[in-house]
Structures are given as C-alpha cells and as structure tokens.
C-alpha cells in the first residue's frame, strides 16, 4: 500500500476547493468586520463619555477573555433563546467578526495614541470638530504603522476558521475530515488541507507587505 496515492488526491481537490470558498468568504467577510467594528469599539473607549467607555471596555475584555469557539457556540445556540436565529454562517462569521474586532481595537488604540500630542492641539486650534479631527487629522496618521499588527490578525482568522465546523459549515478542514472519513485516508486530505492554509497564509503576508508599502509612499509622497 503506498503512503501517498496522487490519483486519489487530484480526486478529492475539487472538493477541496469548493470548501475552500467558503473557508475564504468568512476570512474576509470576518476580517472587514473586524476591522470597522474594531475601530468603532477603539473610539468608543477613547470617549470622555463613560455611557459609550465603559460599555466598550466590558465588550473588549470580556470577548477577548473567553475562548473564541465559546463565543461560537454562543451565537449559534444562545441566541435563539432571545429570538435571533442565524443561519451556521452567518453566525460563525458573526462570532469570528467579534472576536477579532476586539483585538483589532487594541491595534488601533495604540496606533491612536501613537499619533504625537501636537497634532491634538493644532486640531483643537483649528477649531475642528471631534469627528473632523479623527477622520482627517488622527486616523490617516494612526493606521499606517499598525497595518502589520492588523495584518496578523487576518492570518489569526485564517487559521481559526476549522472551529466554524463546529456548528456545521463545512470549511475545508470540515471537509478534509468527511473524505478522511468516507475513504479511511487521512494523508491525502489533511495535508491538502495544509497546503491551503500555508498558501493562503503566505499570500495574505504579501498584501499586507504590499499594503503597507503602499500607504508608506502615500505618506511620504
């Protein structure tokens, strides 16, 4: 019996690959999320106002202090018992979103108070409000330096998304494990598996390289 059997595995890719959309829509639908609501949670804890602080601090530490396949599970059972029933997806993106958005908000919190304290002021003298302030003034100035930061974290969701399987949608890792099932072999689907998540990881690193080079050269130009 050979370890590795090529016919079998050029079977089982286009299963593969299927999979490997969906695994690819949560990442980046996950990660768009992440990154506005982890802005909006950054902003809120920076506020004067302790209605929107506190409310924003309990969300970052609590999320951020429990297992992300709990906050899974939470959405996708809890949920309903309050009358907010979501499709698998939809509720496995939703958790993955959350999570991260509350470590993506401590990367935007630094890169915030990163900014030097003069560019506060002369916004403070141009009489500019608190909203003109952070779009024009602070943020352009804040993002750049934490896009690597940010980045890590799109490679994070990445790998995070076999938990999804939990509640059955069926990524590429889920899907690995059906053929490995059906076929009693496991080499062949599990470092397809694998494969992908490397390849995936390794062209995630590339934009957000990109990326940040891109932003470096708007700013200096």
């Not at 939703?94 to 002021?121: M, N």
Request: net charge neutral.
């Amino acid at each position: 019996m050979t370890i590795w059997d090529w016919e079998f595995a050029f079977a089982i890719i286009p299963r593969l690959l299927e999979a490997a959309v969906i695994t690819v829509e949560a990442t980046v639908i996950g990660y768009l999320f992440a990154l506005v609501v982890g802005l909006l949670l950054a902003l809120m804890r920076r506020s004067h106002a302790r209605w929107l602080s506190w409310p924003a601090t309990a969300v970052v530490e609590g999320i951020r202090s429990t297992p992300l396949l709990v906050q899974i599970y939470f959405v996708f059972f809890v949920f309903p018992e309050f009358g907010v029933v979501l499709p698998a997806m939809i509720a496995g993106v939703l958790a993955l979103g959350l999570h991260f958005s509350t470590y993506c908000s401590e990367v935007y919190r630094a890169g915030i108070d990163g900014v030097p304290r003069g560019q506060w002021e002369a916004a403070q003298s141009l009489n500019l409000s608190t909203y003109r302030t952070y779009r024009d003034i602070i943020i352009p100035q804040a993002i750049p330096p934490v896009v690597p930061a940010l980045g890590n974290y799109l490679i994070g969701m990445i790998k995070e998304t076999p938990l999804l399987s939990a509640i059955a949608v069926v990524e590429i890792m889920q899907e690995g494990k059906i053929i490995g099932s059906e076929t009693f072999r496991y080499i062949e689907p599990m470092t397809l598996v694998g494969a992908f998540f490397l390849l995936v990881s390794l062209v995630s690193m590339v934009l957000i390289r990109r990326v940040e080079s891109w932003l470096r050269r708007k700013i200096i130009g």
